[in-house]
């Protein structure tokens, strides 16, 4: 594909439900970032890999947040224990070089 | 923790009217994007500044960086309807690390 693709786009689950988000990065593209962005704000940095590693996973607000990039390419971000507090709008984006950032559309969880 | 503040946070405006947003922090970036974000997508790049002083324009739109890399301004020209979205700037603190903070946001409406 073209872009950064994120499923699904929609997501509703229930409080302590477990719940896994997945980004298709730009091929070639070995930068990978998560982002969570509520509602009237600006993306808010989870983490970021480069390659398969967690260059910096400063964001990660708990240990209910973990995310993987096994091969450097798809990643997941997977949320244990859901709180209503967690819904907000996740978005991934990638980069070849560091500047220029791609974002997907992101996925909307919902914690009900 | 380093911030961006973003002014205004909302601006409803006449079309072809002009229009200055802006971006600050204490803190010194290494390098600063503007992007814009409609509803239900991801952020889009607009352009990326790294010398303190720079300027760029792209059609009507001009970026300023200022000369102590602590804030930045959005210029737009004779605002059109499809200006109307979210901008938002981003800002690397530490260089190499491409972990960009994002602002807050300028919610823009132009009106026909």
């Known amino acids: 594909g073209a872009g950064v693709s994120q499923t699904p786009s929609n997501k509703v689950t229930e409080k302590g439900k477990y719940v896994e988000l997945r980004c298709d990065p730009i091929?070639?593209?070995?930068?990978l970032y998560w982002y969570r962005q509520s509602l009237g704000q600006g993306p808010e940095f989870l983490i970021y890999?480069?390659?398969?590693?967690?260059?910096?996973d400063s964001g990660l607000p708990n240990d209910r947040f973990f995310a993987v990039r096994p091969e450097g390419s798809v990643s997941t971000l997977k949320i244990q224990r859901t709180e209503r507090g967690d819904s907000a709008v996740y978005l991934c984006?990638?980069?070849?070089?560091?500047?220029?950032?791609?974002f997907g559309p992101g996925t909307r969880l919902t914690v009900t | 923790t380093q911030l961006l503040e973003q002014s205004p946070q909302f601006l409803s405006i006449q079309e072809g009217e002009n229009l200055t947003v802006y971006c600050n922090s204490s803190?010194?970036?290494?390098?600063l994007q503007w992007y814009r974000q409609e509803p239900g997508e991801g952020p889009v790049l607009l352009v990326t500044?790294?010398?303190?002083?720079e300027v760029k324009k792209l059609k009507r739109l001009t970026f300023q960086f200022g000369d102590a890399r602590k804030d930045s301004s959005l210029h737009i020209t004779a605002a059109q309807p499809g200006d109307t979205g979210l901008y938002l700037c981003?800002?690397?603190?530490?260089?190499?690390?491409?972990?960009?903070?994002f602002g807050t946001g300028t919610r823009l409406k132009v009106l026909a």
């Open positions: 091929s070639g593209h070995t930068a």
């Open positions: 984006a990638s980069s070849k070089e560091g500047y220029e950032q791609y």
């Open positions: 890999f480069q390659g398969t590693g967690a260059a910096d």
């Open positions: 803190s010194v970036f290494s390098s």
């Open positions: 981003a800002g690397d603190f530490t260089s190499g690390t491409y972990k960009y903070i």
């Open positions: 500044v790294v010398t303190g002083g």
